[in-house]
């Protein structure tokens, strides 16, 4: 099975408004919500995510798998457009 979004079957969430996530996401997002998920791409959506807020009120996203696997950055560059790590929030 695939996890990139491009070959799964999936709807990229920032290709334009409404977004689309599996069940996440629908018609209804509000423009905030799409634009974190065009600057993000699929973190928001990972079970294996740790959001990070700081101070100033900006919010880091953490990789946990980067505590097992060195192959994960621990803050991954965004946005990440393909996963092999992924895994949808239910
Ligand atoms: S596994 Fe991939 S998509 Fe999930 S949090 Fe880590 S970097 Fe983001």
Redesign the pocket.
């Known amino acids: 099975m695939s996890n990139d979004y491009r070959t799964a079957g999936k709807t990229w969430p920032g290709a334009g408004l409404p977004p689309i996530v599996d069940g996440h996401v629908g018609e209804t997002a509000d423009r905030a919500e799409a634009a974190e998920i065009r600057r993000v791409g699929?973190?928001v959506t990972?079970v294996?995510?740790r959001e990070v807020p700081n101070s100033r009120g900006s919010v880091f996203?953490l990789?946990q798998?980067s505590k097992s696997d060195p192959t994960?950055p621990r803050y991954?560059r965004l946005p990440?457009l393909s996963?092999p790590?992924?895994r949808h929030q239910r």
């Open positions: 699929l973190c990972c294996n995510r996203y990789c798998l994960f991954p990440v996963c790590g992924y």
